[in-house]
């Protein structure tokens, strides 16, 4: 595992190359909890300002502008309202949030608190899979130590006027959990369903009252943005993109590992084919890429190789696929791409939550399908067939885990043809005719 910062100082992976980086003491004298001590000297207001001119976008896949998302929490509420972190990280080739619980546990805690302080919040819920507990178990050492030193807890840093308290809650490993509203649902003690939007959480969400989701990622970024403000922050990255962002990159690279990159890195084929290492794993040619974990769209080699692909949110929809995660899985020319993509939907159809029948159902089809093309019993029919049932999960199931496990086989039909049209022709049932991909 590689774990390097490329094309800039190393910010969120900073800690990850201090030894004991992860305890208050080293975390204080590496600068910690000063842009917590700087925000409790801020009005609300300006702090919301600093993070809207960085340009963050969240972390955890859809890319929603924090500082607008924080603008949107109504201050006149009579209610409680809450901080909660999404640690559930799910998303198949997503593997970042762990490294920073892990060696910078201190720096979630700061970036809640702020988020505490800005929102007017006294209560915070770290919610992580299931799998994490023994992240968990850092935060848990990392919240106390904060409690003992006052950082936590009725009088933050001695600021009589705010208290804040955190607390880690686990959950069963489902992916749908990382889902906002079902991991409010979650949270609350029930079971992992998502809810409907509107109203969406910072109006009503945990216990009915208005909370922020936010990403590991997206927290452990507002103390940096804090510290050197919001605008030389966004300087880091690109304009529409702000700062530096973590990649984890898996499959057939050499160096597989997570990244910090600035945002608008170039480019895209570089990253692959020569930071990760130089050239792919036994010098394969390069076939495809799924670049934000496993919920965007398949990109094959011609879209990115000579192509000057941009690492940031508008660069990889020009390319055809989105940002995500930054979970990026790289595979060679040995894979099938019906193969893995009947890989990932089993996937979803395990992890649907069942609440919605065109998730429910369609993921189930989909299965079913590609089962029966995998034992040669694939029709010429098959490509179309599921892209209708796609089209019919997309934009019409509860929550996106419908998109989600509708976007890989679009895209990879779409870019793929190939290797669909060998399963769908080269078998028994075949009646000769051509294949509509
Ligand atoms: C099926 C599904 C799974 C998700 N899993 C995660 C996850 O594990 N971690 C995460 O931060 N966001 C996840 N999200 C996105 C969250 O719903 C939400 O957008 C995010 O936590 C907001 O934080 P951000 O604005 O900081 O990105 C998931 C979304 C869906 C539809």
Redesign the pocket.
């Known amino acids: 595992m590689e774990i390097k910062a490329l094309g800039c100082e190393p910010l969120s992976l900073r800690r990850v190359f201090i030894k004991d980086g992860h305890t208050l003491d080293v975390y204080k004298k590496d600068g910690g909890y000063k842009s917590l001590e700087k925000a409790l000297g801020m009005t609300q207001d300006a702090i919301i300002q600093e993070v809207k001119d960085s340009a963050l976008r ?7 502008p ?1 500082g607008m ?1 924080w603008s949107f929490v109504p201050r006149d509420s009579p209610k409680p309202k809450y901080i909660v972190c ?1 640690a ?4 198949p080739g997503s593997f970042k949030d762990r490294y920073l619980m892990e060696y910078d546990p201190h720096a979630l805690i700061e970036g809640m608190i702020i988020a505490g302080y800005t929102l007017g919040s006294n209560t915070g819920y770290i919610y992580g899979r299931g799998e994490y507990r023994y992240l968990l178990d850092i935060m848990d050492v990392a919240i106390k130590e904060a409690h003992d030193a006052g950082i936590l807890g009725p009088k933050v840093l001695g600021n009589k006027n705010f208290s804040f308290d955190l607390h880690t809650h686990t959950g069963a490993g489902a ?2 959990c ?3 509203t079902a991991l409010l649902s979650s949270l609350e003690g029930y079971r992992g369903h998502p809810r409907m939007k509107p109203p969406f959480p910072a109006i009503e969400g945990l216990y009915a009252s208005p909370t922020i ?4 990622e ?1 927290f452990t970024s507002i103390p940096q943005i804090i510290d050197m403000g919001g605008i030389k922050w966004r300087d880091l990255g690109t304009e529409k993109s702000g700062g530096t962002k973590l990649w984890s990159i898996s499959g057939h690279v050499k160096k597989p590992g997570v990244y910090e990159l600035p945002m608008g890195y170039a480019d895209m084929e570089k990253f692959i084919m020569q930071d990760c290492g130089g050239m792919l794993r036994d010098d394969k040619k390069l076939k495809a890429v799924i670049p934000g974990g496993s ?1 965007v769209y398949i990109m094959n080699a011609g879209q990115i190789l000579g192509k000057n692909v941009t690492l940031d949110y508008e660069g990889l929809v020009a390319a055809g696929s989105m940002l995500g ?1 930054g979970g990026m899985m790289v595979m060679d020319e040995t894979v099938d791409i019906m193969e893995s993509t009947k890989n990932l939907t089993e996937f979803y159809k395990h992890e649907s939550c069942g609440w919605c029948t065109p998730c429910r159902e369609g993921t189930d089809w989909l299965v079913k399908i590609f089962n029966r093309i995998s034992i040669g019993e694939g029709r010429p029919e098959d490509a179309q067939l599921m892209l209708d049932i796609c089209d019919n999960i997309e934009g019409k199931s509860f ?3 419908g998109d ?1 496990a509708a976007w890989p086989i679009q895209s990879a039909i779409k870019q793929f043809p190939g290797d669909f049209k060998k399963w769908l022709f080269d078998n028994t049932n075949t009646n000769g005719t051509q294949p509509n991909v």
């Open positions: 969240g972390r955890g896949g859809a890319g929603f924090t998302k999404n559930d990280e799910s998303e992916y749908i990382g889902e906002e989701v936010n990403n590991v997206t919920s995660t929550c996106p885990l989600a």
